[in-house]
């Protein structure tokens, strides 16, 4: 007895509209409450990871203008992700109705080593030693734990030491799409002297700073 089988039926692919797709991607978000890639959400949406970034950055556009409707919220772009986040503005308010009665701010020593990882990345402990002039194993560590900074290899240099740097955590915190939008900052030297330091986000063997070792 011939035994036949079933035909397979193929999975149909929706086609949809790119105001269905502005709709999807933002319940997809907001459900998440992280990151979602884009690879994820064009599986979602049957469309290429490409085409998905795409979308989002025209959402981005709209959602972000606060001239049209003042939202509550930001569409925050990373370079593998999105994510929708709460206006910094209104944290105070958040907190309130939420009940949060301590913040979670990150201590002055914190902010120090997280911004000369920043700017100076990928880094070593010695290095950020090196600037600050003290000791900063816990700080480095406490950020680690946090999220913000994350090891990211060794140094070609004796005793191998760990290189740092930030994370898409630490974009997502300060509001930031890539590590370009980080500000330039003005200094002034000891001389009167006026100097600029902007992000360094190359090798750090190719740097060659002072006191990497």
Known sequence: MNRTNPPETETEIRAYTPEEQFSIIEACLFAAGHPLTYARLAEVLGITPAACADVVEKMAVVYNNTDAFPRGILL???????QLVTREEWGAEVKEALGIRRGGNLSSSLLEVLAVVAYHQPTTRTFIDTVRGVDSSYAVGALTEKNLIEPCGKLDAPGRPTLYRTTTDFLRVFGLSHLDELPTVKLKTDT???VEIVPETGSEEERSEDGES
């Open 192 to 194: 009167g002297e006026t």
């Open 76 to 82: 925050i772009r990373f370079p593998e992700s999105c």
